[in-house]
């Protein structure tokens, strides 16, 4: 089976030929199986915006080449814009993108482009508007009536209703309150779970990687420092803390707990694994 | 490619030019390009040129740099060029078919156009090169301060021209954040023609402006929350000072237009 995306040796530099010239991605290798979950975290400025750039071919690698599905996507124009609609691409603050007089003709606006027919570009916006949790009575609304967890449910509509075999989030939940991040970070995992989709998404929230992720790829000064599942990443903390990350907070928490010399194990990353461990703490299992 | 666009193209460096008050360079730019239209014959728009050519070596500047800032008017140039040498006719004729005539003086005045841009625009962009766009409004608020007299807000339009110099980076980097969003949504920037291109810039336009209302608000409150109150009694952290190589610059000046008074006066004119 081919891979949803596979990047072979790709590296991106930023003016190019003058004496400023600054690698933004390194000689990077990866490869995001179809279905998968991948988080990439890394230290502001490490390179992650830059490489998911490449994804869909709003960058052009300047060595190495970029497969979608298999098909190398600067072969031809076709094929550039063919991955356009395959890899959903959804910005930091999507809301600053909507521009239409009613949410539904904002969403439209990507299938629109797809050249399908009135009927199908429907249909996908009601899919994709009750994929991103969007009510239906905003849709004959103006975008910029709307609150910003809204606006932001409703761009990322507007991506999903190209029903993309990929859909890439930076920061999904950049800027919202914590409710509305909990909501959001939700939205991603049952989306994920009724299209069965490939989704990668960038995140600063240790906890929403660790809550949402099946792997990880960990970004560090323009080059790919680690890669691998939630576990053989946070158990790798001492590293993470060298590039300016860190493991979730419950980790870290466990983490004391056995130094205390309680009985607990160091691969908790999400509070709904703790649960379990603490109450047994609770109901009387004391140090060793 | 929008990148691409230079305004308050400020090159970085410590020559002499860069050292200058800005309040002279500013005015002394004005008096000089004022001395390229004094220019009557060969002989002072020489001393022109060597004075042009001297600035720009004195401003450290490449070459490369000057050369390119007259690549937008290259049309132009040749435009009027090509104007001058068929549509001014006396003196001798040097050429002759049908109705087209060039003659001495088409030619001369073509010479002399081309020049006298090339300097114009030159002389101009040593000025942008070598001050930043800050100096240069605060400069040119204390210029036009006496305009206050007449009630002419003048603190305000610096500001304004401060503002707005400060903001084209940031709208730079806007537009193409939305360029970036749109296309991912499958807009097509590049291809179609007028009408199909002028309506793709629909989705970039709008955010752009929602933005950049947001953007002007925001800036409101954060100058106002810093006791911002428009420029009655406000104090400067950059004292200007004329200092002694100002006063030899000016004197350079001056004797240039009166190098080219002189040499207008003692050679014949031709134009």
């Keep these: 089976m081919t891979s949803a995306i596979e990047i072979t040796g790709l590296s991106h530099y930023y003016n190019k030929g003058t004496p400023n010239e600054v690698a933004a991605i390194k000689n990077a290798n990866l490869r995001i199986e179809k279905g998968e979950l991948v988080a990439i975290i890394g230290h502001t400025g490490s390179g992650k915006s830059t490489l998911i750039s490449h994804f869909n071919g709003l960058l052009k ?38 521009f239409e007089d009613t949410v539904f ?68 939940a950049a800027g919202l309150d914590p409710h509305a991040r909990k909501q959001l970070i939700d939205m991603i995992k049952s989306y994920r779970e009724q299209t069965g989709c490939t989704v990668i998404f960038v995140s600063h929230s240790m906890e929403d990687v660790a809550y949402l992720a099946d792997r990880i790829i960990v970004i560090n000064q323009a080059e790919i420092a680690m890669q691998g599942s939630v576990s053989e990443v946070f158990s790798r903390g001492d590293e993470l803390t060298s590039m300016g990350l860190n493991v979730p907070e419950i980790t870290r928490i466990f983490l004391m707990l056995r130094e205390k010399g309680y009985d607990v194990p160091k691969d908790v990353y999400t509070v709904g694994q703790a649960v379990p461990h603490i109450k047994r703490l609770m109901e009387g299992g004391r140090a060793i | 490619m929008i990148s691409d666009i230079t305004i308050g193209q400020y090159y970085s460096g410590n020559s002499v030019l860069h050292r200058m008050d800005a309040r002279m360079k500013l005015i002394l730019t004005f008096a000089s390009i004022v001395a390229i239209f004094l220019c009557k014959n060969f002989f002072s728009l020489g001393l022109m040129v060597i004075f042009t050519v001297a600035a720009t070596l004195l401003s450290c500047v490449p070459a490369k740099m000057v050369i390119k800032s007259l690549k937008p008017i290259i049309v132009i140039l040749i435009f009027t060029a090509v104007l001058n040498i068929f549509y001014t006719t006396g003196g001798d004729t040097y050429f002759k078919w049908k109705f087209i005539e060039i003659t001495e003086e088409g030619v001369n005045t073509a010479i002399f156009m081309a020049i006298r841009i090339v300097s114009l625009v030159v002389l101009s962009s040593l000025l942008t090169y070598t001050t930043t766009p800050t100096l240069l409004t605060d400069a040119l608020e204390r210029i036009l301060s006496p305009l206050k007299v007449f009630k002419i807000k003048v603190h305000t339009l610096a500001m304004m021209m401060t503002l707005a110099l400060r903001f084209i980076p940031t709208l730079i980097e806007e537009i193409n954040r939305i360029m970036n969003a749109q296309k991912a949504r499958g807009a097509d920037l590049e291809t179609g023609g007028i009408v199909a291109r002028a309506k793709a810039l629909i989705p970039i336009f709008i955010p752009l402006m929602i933005s950049s209302f947001r953007r002007a608000y925001e800036l409101a409150f954060a100058m106002t929350c810093r006791g911002y109150t428009g420029g009655e009694g406000r104090t400067r952290m950059k004292q200007m000072k004329l200092r002694v190589s100002d006063f030899i610059a000016c004197a350079v000046v001056c004797a240039l237009v009166g190098g080219i008074i002189a040499l207008n006066i003692y050679f014949e004119a031709v134009i």
């Excluded at chain 1, 009575?137 to 991506?159: M, N, Q, T, Y």
């Design chain 1, 61 to 98: 690698p300047d060595e190495g080449k970029v497969f979608v599905d298999g098909k190398d996507i600067w072969q031809s124009k076709e094929s550039l814009r063919e991955s356009r609609f395959k890899v959903g691409l959804c910005f930091q603050y999507p809301e600053y993108q909507l």
């Design chain 1, 105 to 172: 003709k904002d969403i439209a606006f990507g299938p629109k482009n797809m050249k399908l027919d009135d009927e199908e570009v429907k249909r996908r916006v009601l899919r994709a508007a009750q994929l991103a949790g969007v009510k239906p009575e905003h849709l004959d609304k103006s975008p910029f009536d709307l609150s910003g967890g809204e606006k932001r449910r409703a761009a990322i509509a507007g991506v999903m209703s190209m029903q993309p075999q990929v859909l890439v989030f930076d920061e999904p």
